[in-house]
């Protein structure tokens, strides 16, 4: 899994923009939630959770509390065994137009398919950021 900025650097009060690309690895195919085009923005941050450091700490910013809606099956696809998607401008709860002047670092804790038994988080590749005054 993988996380992008769309710029390198964002202004103070400006919220930075994030794409994701999960692949498959596996030899079997795996449901991930299906957040292209904008769907289920409400599940995103749930199953894409964003984190910020500076340096070798968490940023500390306030974090919108959403009550997700239901999802389904129909919430879902499976991605097969050598496969890659990506999701453009993925949303996040995080106030990070509250983030000071400086140079960060963002990761995702991605959750496939909590309808798994075995279900677990993988962490992407780190995105970096500066912002600028």
């Known amino acids: ?19 994701v690309a999960v692949s498959n690895s596996t030899d079997r ?14 599940l995103q941050d749930s199953y894409f959770e964003l984190f910020v450091i500076q340096g070798t700490k968490l940023v500390n910013v306030p974090v919108a509390i959403s009550d997700p809606g239901p999802f389904s099956s129909a919430d879902f696809f499976e991605l097969r065994p050598g496969a890659r998607v990506g999701f453009q401008r ?4 995080r106030a990070l137009e509250d983030l000071p002047a400086g140079e960060y670092e963002a990761f995702i804790l991605f959750w496939a398919d909590p309808l798994e038994s075995h279900a677990t988080r993988c962490r992407s590749t780190s995105a970096r950021f500066t912002v600028h005054e």
């Open 29 to 42: 195919p795996v449901r991930v939630l299906d957040v292209r085009d904008g769907r289920r923005p409400d």
């Open 90 to 93: 993925i949303s996040y709860k």
């Open 1 to 19: 899994m993988s996380l992008a900025t769309d710029s390198s650097w964002v202004k103070v009060g400006n919220r930075p923009v994030f794409s």
